[in-house]
């Protein structure tokens, strides 16, 4: 899924699995973002999305491969939501208000929050 917009979703905007990239979406006042299947193989790609307003968690990964890059998050309930037991490697991902992100994402360089 490249290049879309996704509003008003009751559940979540973008449910991936797989090999399934989001990249430069603009995904706004939904339940969930991105949901992430703890079933699916493959590697989930999220890069380049602005999540705002979400009434959940914004990106949702519960396990397997993801990785999440370049994205800016933006007055949701939650923002990241990366099991134990996901391998998530978060980079530049920006928060704009309050808000926290997963242990994986502690590197200073690898986030920010404001």
């Known amino acids: 899924m490249r290049r879309c917009s996704i509003p008003n979703v009751a559940s979540a905007g973008v449910f991936a699995a797989g090999n399934a990239p989001v990249e430069d979406c ?5 339940a ?8 699916a ?7 380049g999305n602005e999540f705002n307003d979400c009434t959940g968690t914004a990106i949702d990964l519960p ?10 998050l933006r007055g949701n ?3 990241i939501n990366a099991n134990a037991n996901a391998n998530v490697v978060l980079g530049e991902v920006v928060v ?4 926290t ?3 994986a994402a502690a590197n200073p360089t690898a986030s920010l929050v404001w």
């Open 41 to 47: 193989g493959g590697i989930t790609l999220i890069e």
């Open 96 to 99: 704009c208000g309050p808000g």
């Open 26 to 30: 603009q995904i706004s006042q939904c």
């Open 32 to 39: 969930r973002g991105v949901a992430a299947s703890q079933f």
């Open 77 to 79: 309930a939650a923002n």
């Open 101 to 103: 992100l997963p242990a």
């Open 63 to 72: 396990a397997r491969k993801r990785m999440v890059i370049g994205n800016r």
